[in-house]
């Protein structure tokens, strides 16, 4: 069973329409929630850390929550250029050895 | 430098060869880690140190893949006669601190042909 989930695996938006994409996890004691953005041939950006239910953290048009069970990334009037792979990843409590990555969503917003 | 860097970029080689690939982190970053990255898949996290010392090696695929970090800073990773299955891209990440957030490099793409 997975650890990390995200959905939908891919979504297409048109410029201006928000929309959110899910992250829900199975890790015992969260120590922290990370989300990265990707783009094609690069590597991970990191965006947000998240760390306790009701946190919320901005970033221009992103808007990231979390819950004691899922994290949501909130896509407010996106643009072309958010156009990219969203992660999410989990680190455990206890554990300084790893964060574990869910597969990803491609997002393409269409001008 | 300003961010991580890895090298090559791109490796192509042939199945059965050796290859080593190189990670520089950002300078005062104790953590570093390495995973992979293959076609449709989530990264899979492959081994972490803290300082020279990995103190978890069960996420290296085989006994032909194999890490190391000298001075606290440069780390390679080699992989012993490559498969087909090896090629991926290899992302190294380094941290400030074990729950700090990731810088990642831009990956070296390998292809075992």
């Known amino acids: 069973e997975d650890q990390v989930t995200q959905s939908p695996e891919a979504l297409r938006l048109q410029e201006g329409e928000s929309s959110s994409l899910n992250c829900s996890y199975t890790?015992?004691?969260?120590?922290?929630l990370f989300w990265y953005r990707q783009d094609p041939g690069k590597g991970p950006e990191f965006l947000f850390t998240?760390?306790?239910a009701g946190e919320e953290k901005e970033k221009e048009r992103l808007k990231a929550t979390l819950t004691k069970k899922e994290s949501f990334l909130h896509i407010t009037a996106p643009k072309p250029e958010d156009s990219a792979t969203y992660l999410c990843a989990v680190q455990e409590g206890g554990r300084d050895d790893k964060i574990i990555f869910g597969k990803g969503t491609r997002l393409h917003i269409l001008p | 430098g300003a961010g991580v860097s890895q090298s090559p970029s791109n490796k192509v080689t042939e199945k059965g060869k050796d290859v080593e690939l190189r990670c520089d982190p950002i300078s005062g970053h104790t953590a570093l880690y390495w995973y992979r990255q293959s076609l449709g898949q989530g990264l899979e996290f492959l081994i972490y140190?803290?300082?020279?010392?990995?103190?978890?090696k069960s996420g290296l695929p085989s006994d032909r893949f194999s890490a190391e970090r000298t001075g606290g800073s440069v780390s390679t990773l080699t992989i012993q006669r490559t498969q087909q299955e090896d090629s991926a891209v290899y992302l190294c990440?380094?941290?400030?601190?074990?729950?700090?957030?990731?810088?990642f490099g831009s990956g070296t793409r390998l292809t075992v042909v």
């Open positions: 890790v015992s004691g969260l120590r922290g």
């Open positions: 990440a380094s941290s400030l601190t074990s729950n700090y957030g990731y810088t």
């Open positions: 998240l760390y306790s």
């Open positions: 140190f803290q300082g020279n010392s990995a103190p978890d």
